[in-house]
């Protein structure tokens, strides 16, 4: 009997071992997404934005005011300028960001 209990023991342990470096892994998000605002601008100079999967579409007053390279630093797989526009491959935090952004220019 107690063979079995060393097994589920092991195994708690394992899942504990598997969240903590899931933790330490993971970004925070909302500090992360203020410093793409900031590096887009500021919430004042982003007109537009656009979710489609992993791309997020941006349309800006001042593309000379953003940090690209600050943006890739944050992650960024990508960024193509087009005019006033910057489309960002983010990856599965693209539309969070999207709302997270609507939320803090109301």
């Known amino acids: ?4 209990y060393q097994y ?8 504990f071992i598997l969240l903590i470096v899931l933790k330490a892994n ?3 998000f909302h500090i992360e997404a203020n410093k793409l605002v900031e ?3 500021g919430k004042d100079n982003i007109l537009n934005m656009e979710v489609n999967m992993s791309r ?4 800006l007053k001042d593309v000379s005011k953003c940090n ?3 943006i890739q630093k944050l992650g960024a797989k990508g960024i193509v300028e087009i005019d006033n526009q ?3 491959i983010l990856g599965p935090n693209a539309k969070a ?4 952004i609507e939320d803090l220019k109301k």
């Open 1 to 4: 009997m107690s063979f079995g």
């Open 26 to 28: 993971k970004k925070d």
């Open 97 to 100: 960001l999207e709302k997270y």
């Open 56 to 59: 997020f579409k941006v349309t």
């Open 86 to 88: 910057l489309k960002i």
């Open 39 to 41: 590096y887009l601008g």
């Open 8 to 15: 589920i023991i092991i195994g708690v342990v394992l899942i």
């Open 68 to 70: 690209k390279e600050g």
